[in-house]
């Protein structure tokens, strides 16, 4: 099946305005970071994302620099937030 396009960036914990999230939206583009705000010490990154469709989903294929963990919830949204 080919890669089904993300739609939009519903929201985001926290951005570096020289590598904002808008980056993960155009996988066509040069390979550019989606980093945290230099002055966020939280030390972690969230963003939920909106698909063009829904699909059934084998598989998830994320690009990964650092981090020593990944956690990924998959949802619809039509579901109650709960």
Known sequence: MAPVKISHV???S???PKYPVENLLNPDSPRRPWLGCPQDKSGQLKV???LERAVPTGYIDVGNCG???LQIDVGHSSWPLD
């Open 10 to 12: 519903v929201s985001f």
């Open 14 to 16: 926290s951005q570096d």
């Open 48 to 50: 939920e994302l909106q």
């Open 67 to 69: 981090c020593a963990f």
